[in-house]
């Protein structure tokens, strides 16, 4: 059985979010995506908990914008 680790570095975040790893270091910097810095070089470590926050309010921001941003195809003729 494979436990999920406590914290992710930010490599491990990059490949969960099919992304960069300097995006993900932009969204730490940023605070959009809580961290730790740890050790004496200050490596980033992102926990697991706070990945899936993270996540789930992408989807929130996501669905609001959508909601606020209805989908219009040029194709269809409006009313």
């Known amino acids: 059985m ?3 680790p406590r914290f992710l570095t930010l490599a ?3 490949e969960v979010l099919n992304t960069s ?3 993900v270091y932009a969204l730490v910097r940023r605070g959009d995506l809580p ?3 740890i050790g004496g070089r200050g490596q980033w470590r992102v926990e697991s908990a706070q990945l899936e926050e993270f ?3 992408m989807y929130s ?4 914008f959508v909601d606020e941003h ?3 195809d040029a194709e269809q003729p409006e009313s």
């Open 55 to 57: 996540i789930q309010r």
């Open 21 to 23: 790893s300097a995006q």
């Open 70 to 72: 209805p989908f219009v």
């Open 2 to 4: 494979s436990a999920t």
């Open 12 to 14: 491990d975040v990059a």
């Open 61 to 64: 921001e996501t669905r609001t």
């Open 35 to 37: 961290a730790i810095k």
